[in-house]
């Protein structure tokens, strides 16, 4: 069964510095998200993807953060200069079907995000 | 109010036990409704969408009310392996953004 992949599973850095989270999508899926879980916390959107543009951003997509998707494959998400609050799983997300009702997101298993 | 609420539990049930979880959303143009399941630490994972008809899938049953923005999940004969937190998830607008709950943790004892 396809399925969405991320890397790395867990990334540790310090304030300030630049981070990429990596994901590849589903390879028939067009439409593609991040969303980000602090600990203990709901599950919360931070952008949509589409034809290598951002469809919509959340408020908590700031400046900082970026999205790319650098070949045919690979959906990154890059925060410039971190924060400890941008502690959380990040989980990439794909979809088939957009902005279509019903359009079914499949998650990947996250990188668990650890900013010291 | 809370875009999408849910009772967050924890709700401990026998094996075999019925139980059913409910969910109500703030915006009533929403377009799509969703049950996500997500393990500890693991990611989310579609459980099932939910029509305005009511849909089943196996020893799951979800129900849409519009009119008064309530989606309920009802889990029969529940199993040790149903043991997870239940994530009722709303497209408020057809642009892809999923608004999730915080989640309704399920215990299925033996």
């Known amino acids: 069964e396809p399925e969405v992949t991320q890397t790395p599973s867990h990334q540790v850095t310090q304030m300030g510095q630049e981070v990429i989270l990596r994901c590849v999508p589903i390879s028939n899926h067009l439409y593609f998200y991040w969303y980000r879980q602090i600990l203990g916390q709901k599950v919360e959107f931070l952008v949509s993807f589409y034809n290598n543009e951002i469809s919509e951003k959340s408020e908590i997509f700031d400046d900082q953060f970026s999205v790319e998707r650098p070949d045919g494959s690979n959906f990154t998400l890059k925060i410039r200069s971190t924060k400890l609050e941008d502690s959380a799983m990040y989980f990439c997300?794909?979809?088939?079907?957009?902005?279509?009702?019903?359009?079914?997101?499949?998650f990947g298993p996250g990188t668990r995000l650890t900013v010291l | 109010r809370k875009e999408v609420e849910q009772d967050p539990g924890p709700f401990n049930v026998p094996e075999g036990a019925t139980v059913a979880f409910n969910c109500t959303y703030s915006?009533?143009?929403?377009?799509?409704f969703f049950w996500y399941r997500q393990d500890c630490r693991k990611e989310p994972k579609l459980l099932m969408s939910v029509y305005s008809s009511g849909n089943e899938d196996g020893r799951f049953t979800a129900q849409l009310n519009r009119a008064s923005q309530y989606i309920s999940l009802l889990i029969r004969d529940s199993k040790l392996s149903d043991s997870a937190t239940y994530l009722c998830v709303v497209n408020p607008s057809n642009t892809g953004k999923l608004i999730f709950g915080q989640g309704t943790t399920l215990q299925v004892k033996p």
């Open positions: 997300a794909s979809s088939a079907r957009g902005l279509a009702r019903y359009n079914e997101q499949f």
């Open positions: 915006n009533s143009a929403s377009q799509s």
